[in-house]
């Protein structure tokens, strides 16, 4: 076993993750896990530019990070930073305040990449899984993007498209500096058109159609598991590999569509910082389920942050490619 530390730094959050891993085997065992909403994609869709309180947040996560890295004693670190940083004018100024604090360059990833990452991450331990039929299509919901990855063992078709939920929300439910509480018709009308029209996007390169199981990741798609089995609070044992029916997430979505903050915020397994992007969130899943036919949705807490330990493992017992 090889002890590493994956940092994936997104749109909405950053998260660690400090684990032993054997890639031989495919297995690998949590010491420490953890995600801090930092919002470093803050306004970057209008601006273009990475807010210098939104640097400030994540820094100060990168702080308490490194220190828990140190006291794990993980011997190899990698992170990997995604769409804000990617997008941003400044992406200088987050390089070299990440380098300061924790020794390493943040890799600003392809999507390419990314889906690679994400693939292996919540693939890897369902292999042999007898009521899990391959291609998988591995659904990365994100705060700046949506990841979509078809394939077997190995990632057959990748894009990644411009829709996630805090990117939806700021776009067409923000109004005079605020979350419009509940949306408008007209305004969830729009999402929904947006979502659409990536999907299209996403079909031009990735056949959707053709996967056998649906895999979702990230924040949106645990949340609306959360929900789905009334948690009396978020219990990522409980979430891991559990599933979703569309008629279930559709539901949800309803719901979440026509409830106010507060009624959001009241839910037991919602995390804070999720509240007023979750509407959106969910709006993507339900159409891409609806788009693929796809019955449910498996959920796995496993994803890029995995899949980065894996390659950071592998990396180190010198058969990286």
Same mark, same amino acid.
């Given at each position: 076993?090889?002890?590493?530390? +994956? ?11 400090? +684990? ?10 949590? /010491?420490? &896990? ?20 939104? !640097?400030?947040? #994540?820094?100060? +996560? ?10 794990? @004693? ?7 930073? #995604? ?7 400044? &992406? ?6 990440? =380098? ?31 009521? !899990? ?6 659904? %990365? ?17 990748? &894009?990644?498209?411009?829709? @996630?939920?805090?990117? =939806?929300?700021?776009?067409? !439910? ?18 929904? +058109? ?5 999907? %299209? ?20 798609? #645990? ?11 978020? %219990? ?23 409830? #106010? ?8 397994? =919602? ?9 959106? @969130?969910?709006?993507? /899943? /339900?159409?891409? =389920? ?14 890029? /942050? ?16």
């Amino acid at each position: 076993m090889t002890r590493v530390a +994956a940092i994936d730094c997104g749109t909405n959050s950053i998260r660690l993750l400090v +684990a032993d891993v054997d890639p031989a085997t495919g297995e690998l065992v949590d /010491l420490d &896990r953890r995600m801090t909403i930092v919002r470093l994609g803050q306004g970057v869709d209008r601006t273009g530019r990475l807010a210098p309180e939104a !640097l400030e947040r #994540t820094f100060a +996560a990168c702080r308490d990070y490194a220190a828990i890295i140190k006291e794990h @004693g993980a011997e190899r670190l990698r992170f990997v930073a #995604t769409s804000a940083s990617r997008d941003a004018e400044n &992406r200088d100024e987050f390089v070299r305040g990440v =380098m300061d604090i924790l020794g390493v360059e943040p890799e600003v990833v392809t999507g390419d990449q990314e889906a690679e990452f994400s693939f292996t991450g919540a693939t890897r331990e369902l292999t042999g899984r007898a009521d !899990l039929h391959r291609p998988y299509l591995v659904v %990365d919901i994100g705060g700046g993007s949506t990841e979509f990855v078809v394939g077997e063992e190995h990632v057959r078709a990748a &894009r990644s498209v411009d829709v @996630g939920c805090v990117r =939806m929300t700021e776009r067409h !439910l923000v109004r005079d500096g605020a979350v419009c509480d509940p949306p408008s018709a007209e305004q969830v009308a729009a999402i929904r +058109a947006d979502i659409e029209a990536a999907l %299209d996007l996403a079909e031009e390169t990735v056949p959707l159609r053709e996967a056998k199981t649906l895999v979702g990741l990230a924040g949106s798609v #645990t949340t609306v598991s959360a929900i789905a089995q009334n948690l009396p609070e978020y %219990d990522s044992a409980r979430i891991h590999h559990s599933r979703v029916t569309v008629d279930r997430v559709r539901e949800i979505t309803d719901w979440l569509v026509r409830s #106010t903050h507060a009624e959001r915020a009241a839910v037991p397994s =919602m995390h804070p910082g999720r509240v007023d992007v979750i509407a959106a @969130g969910a709006l993507v /899943l /339900l159409a891409i =389920m609806e788009r693929t036919g796809a019955e449910e949705v498996v959920v796995s807490e496993h994803d890029i /942050l995995d899949g980065i330990a894996f390659k950071v493992a592998e990396e180190a017992a010198g058969n990286g490619h």
